[in-house]
């Protein structure tokens, strides 16, 4: 059965063409390559090109024929969704659009959809449930909260089933050692503190350590990559098993702060990471912890990797093995 992966050469969704391969179905890839890697599509057909180029998206699906859509394709810097809105609603609102009517006119019916914590904003409450206000405080939250009201306006009127899977921090890396993390610019906490153990960097900066949060520094939920492909293929099944429109928030429910993840690190890789204390970042809510119990009751789903020095053992195991993709 095939599964086309939007976003497939990229961080997240490369770990997941690994896992449907596994389970049986063959995926087939569909990437720009802006910020994925060719190196990371591993035994799947790959379609170079852009999801707003409706001819591209038309021509991949005649090919494809996909029983589902995956979409991890996105841009997803907050701060540059704030000095760059106009690039986040094209990637993230139009080109979605484009995808989706692409899926309409060749009647494909099921898809996930990337979403994030994001789309809260500022916490009115912790641990953060489906139920929690949706109140976005910058372009990039805002654009995927668009989609996923486009999304059920599309299944209202077309029928098109969609899983959206909030992520909170996806985290870690193939535990074979096969897939990791390389964004560039790398912005994310772990691969940060990661190459400032490894030597690439010459210190991890926190920002901000005024918060009100335990120890002044921001509480996050760090979720295995390994636990988001499993809710991502018990959303697969259950949409071909005819299951409906469903929202999932996904994280460990436990929160670390950043300090935390620093003194893990510090455990897992027996190395000194040096330490600087900076301004807070724009757009930083001081804790963001999910309240997974819906995809855990619903979908059946339990991390397994919930334990954070295993988050960081995968994480460092990657970062010693490959430092960088071939671009
Ligand atoms: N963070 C930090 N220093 C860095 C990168 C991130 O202190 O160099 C903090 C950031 O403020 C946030 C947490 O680490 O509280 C996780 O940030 P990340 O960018 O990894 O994910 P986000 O929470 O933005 O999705």
């Not at 063409?17 to 599509?41: C, E, H, T, Y």
């Not at 609102?93 to 989706?100: D, G, K």
């Not at 996904?250 to 027996?270: D, H, M, P, Y």
């Not at 757009?283 to 979908?299: F, I, K, N, T, Y």
Request: hydrophobic share 40%; with cysteine.
């Amino acid at each position: 059965m095939n599964i086309l992966v939007v976003g497939g050469a990229g961080y997240i969704g490369s770990h997941m063409v690994k896992r449907l391969r596994q389970s049986g179905f063959n995926p087939i890839v569909a990437d720009d390559l802006s910020s994925g890697r060719r190196a990371a599509v591993q035994n799947a057909e790959l379609h170079v090109g852009d999801i707003d180029d409706a001819a591209f998206v038309d021509q991949v699906l005649r090919t494809c024929q996909p029983a589902a859509v995956m979409h991890f394709a996105s841009s997803i810097q907050v701060g540059e969704s704030v000095a760059d809105p106009a690039k986040y609603y094209r990637n993230n609102v139009t080109a979605t659009q484009v995808l989706l009517d692409g899926m309409r006119a060749h009647g494909v019916a099921r898809f996930i959809f990337s979403s994030t914590a994001a789309i809260f904003g500022d916490p009115a409450y912790v641990p953060i449930d489906e139920a929690h206000p949706k109140q976005p405080i910058n372009p990039y939250g805002r654009s995927k909260w668009m989609v996923e009201q486009m999304l059920e306006d599309y299944d209202h009127a077309y029928g098109l089933k969609s899983v959206c899977l909030r992520y909170f921090n996806a985290a870690g890396a193939d535990p074979d050692g096969e897939l990791g993390e390389c964004h560039e610019p790398e912005t994310h906490l772990l691969p940060l503190i990661l190459q400032a153990a490894a030597g690439r960097r010459p210190h991890i900066t926190i920002y901000g350590d005024d918060y009100a949060t335990p120890d002044g520094t921001c509480v996050r939920d760090y979720i295995h990559i390994e636990d988001l492909c499993d809710a991502h293929l018990l959303a697969l099944q259950q949409l071909l098993a005819g299951g409906g429109s469903a929202r999932y928030n996904l994280g460990n429910g436990n929160g670390f702060s950043v300090r935390e993840v620093i003194t893990a690190a510090q455990r897992v890789t027996g190395r000194e990471i040096p330490v600087v204390v900076g301004e807070r970042r724009a757009g930083d809510p001081p804790s963001l912890v999910a309240d997974s119990h819906r995809a855990r009751a619903e979908l059946g789903w339990q991390p397994r990797f919930a334990n954070l020095d295993t988050i960081v053992a995968h994480a460092w195991a990657w970062e010693r093995k490959h430092a960088h993709w071939p671009t």
